[in-house]
């Protein structure tokens, strides 16, 4: 068994998804391991890595919206508002979501479904730069 | 250290649980690791994998109440309405839970808490066949 | 590539955050790997982990008050409540959030962000002895 880990960073256009399905395969193919997991890490807390159906972008956008409903930027009931009414709420959710995904590696490939892609969402209403860390392990 | 990794199916009744535990636990004795790590995938962005309280049933109900009350099938909110009004509330769902999970395995078993079970929760209302990957690694 | 595993126990004092980042990477210090991956196990249905901003104390004061509001203690929506009107809302609030967390491990140190910090989330009004697990992968 071996380890290969890379880092990349996204530059996002504010709050939106980005797809970053591909660079992971590509660092996946670039690891060179044949069987075993790729986990994908976001090293902040304003930001989310997500599966995603990857077939209707309306899905992504229904999800924006659904997230938009439940977590309202400018929600009185923060305290945590020094940096805007869109930061307290993308750290809600981030929690809601997820910050890191293992995937299986099969055959040299990340073994996703058919319809599963890997985005990563920015919840600051801002642009951002953000760092991703890859680590494949297995055989 | 080596991998072990396979795929099985289950079939769904439509939106409910299904306990996979049985069927994880044979895979990591099967696969004769003693320390290490289980990972659980789901192929699929309408169904999602849970770690839940597995001695009342009722545990499982009160989840899906909660649910199906914070993301109503029909939601006039959602774009994606042509696979009927519980495609979009399904990815939602799934976002708001696990796609993967990964659990330790200690002593050649999956190392859960006494309370402890892995289910798959599928979101669509009709049956599905749910791909699930098992990917152990360790000594 | 070897494989590190280590439980320690966490007092809550009821439904609050411990900062679990400092035992963590003593763990993954211990375990003398450099380059892969740590997980961070929670062996419960009503207790969780969260990587959370780690400067302002506020954030998580906030994070309790938004789950406070949207997963509110007693429900009458539940039907599991011999345990009290705070066990059916922890059972849902771990299933909104994590069971266990997976972090890139680089230079022989948790690979976290600047202002990622790992939380355990107690959701039981009472204090609990809590058992986290922590398996460390890589070379």
């Keep these: 068994m071996s380890v290969f880990q890379q880092s990349f960073h996204v530059a996002t256009r504010g709050r939106s998804t980005v797809d970053v399905s591909a660079e992971v395969e590509r660092m996946v193919r670039q690891g060179g391991i044949h069987t075993g997991l790729c986990h994908v890490f976001c090293h902040h807390t304003s930001a989310s890595?997500?599966?995603?159906?990857?077939?209707?972008?309306?899905?992504?956008?229904?999800?924006?919206?659904?997230?938009?409903?439940?977590?309202?930027?400018?929600?009185?009931?923060?305290?945590?508002?020094?940096?805007?009414?869109?930061?307290?709420?993308?750290?809600?959710?981030?929690?809601?979501?997820?910050?890191?995904?293992?995937?299986?590696?099969?055959?040299?490939?990340?073994?996703?479904?058919?319809?599963?892609?890997?985005?990563?969402?920015e919840h600051r209403t801002m642009p951002h730069r953000r760092q991703l860390t890859v680590t494949v392990q297995g055989e």
Tied chains: 1, 2, 3.
């Design 49 to 121: 890595l997500i599966l995603c159906e990857n077939a209707d972008p309306q899905v992504r956008r229904d999800l924006e919206a659904f997230m938009s409903r439940l977590v309202p930027d400018g929600d009185p009931l923060y305290g945590h508002i020094d940096e805007g009414p869109d930061d307290m709420p993308a750290h809600v959710r981030m929690t809601l979501t997820q910050t890191g995904l293992s995937l299986p590696v099969s055959g040299g490939r990340v073994g996703l479904g058919t319809w599963q892609g890997i985005y990563l969402w």
